[in-house]
């Protein structure tokens, strides 16, 4: 395990290596950060369904601007402790790229898929809706599934693109991409596994039936795929 704290692609750190924060720390940040994440999505969500009235441009721009302001900030709060992942697809694209230790991104990755669900339950108290849910929104077929690529395949060179040149400015691009490509993909932009497994929790507005959950994140996958090779081909 590297003795530097693993940060934001191009993000640089000048903690010393002793004052660096532990895995266990960095593990922390990465399970409260994804739990964020998800209780926004899932909270505003509910909360856009409640206050809609039906109108599904208006619930979806009100589901879109909290994702947005939420990354920003849970980047900016966390990514000097852990690099603010809150993504599998992108600790294993770091992975990829030999900026990251497997080992280290393996409890990443563990910890954001447990913090996703603690931020799906968290959701549920604060509307007191059952904490368990299944949900029973279907999102499938290759228009979905193509979106899923692109959203990730996008996402990842924003990360890559940005912290080439501006790595300081990575919490408002990802967040602005997120934002936008709420929009322009047709299943509104995962791109995330541990966000589809978390949402597939939840009976709301954001959920995903958990028999779609497979082909999504398979989806998020390709596009990371061709992302990282293609990244460093750009950026070099």
């Known amino acids: 395990m590297d003795a530097s704290p693993t940060v934001a692609p191009g993000v640089a750190s000048n903690v010393a290596p002793s004052l660096a924060p532990s895995l266990a720390q960095r593990a922390t940040a990465e399970c409260l950060g994804t739990a964020f994440l998800l209780a926004t999505v899932v909270g505003s969500g509910i909360m856009a369904a409640k206050l809609a009235g039906g109108n599904g441009a208006v619930a979806l721009l009100c589901n879109t601007l909290p994702t947005g302001a939420i990354l920003a900030v ?119 596994p541990a966000v589809t497994i978390a949402r597939a929790l939840s009976d709301t507005y954001a959920g995903i039936a958990p028999a779609g959950v497979a082909a999504f994140i398979a989806a998020q996958l390709a596009g990371a795929a061709i992302a990282v090779p293609l990244a460093r081909w750009l950026w070099r």
């Open 74 to 192: 849970l980047i900016l709060a966390f990514g000097p402790v852990s690099g603010a992942h809150f993504n599998p697809v992108v600790s294993v694209a770091l992975v990829l790229r030999r900026e990251l230790p497997a080992n280290v991104a393996a409890v990443y990755i563990v910890a954001q898929i447990l913090g996703g669900i603690l931020g799906v339950l968290a959701a549920h108290a604060m509307f007191e809706l059952p904490l368990w849910q299944l949900s029973m929104t279907v999102r499938s077929g290759p228009g979905q599934w193509f979106a899923e690529s692109v959203a990730t395949f996008g996402l990842l060179l924003t990360i890559f693109g940005v912290s080439a040149r501006s790595p300081g400015a990575i919490p408002y691009a990802v967040g602005l991409y997120i934002t936008a490509a709420y929009w322009f993909t047709a299943s509104t932009s995962f791109a995330n």
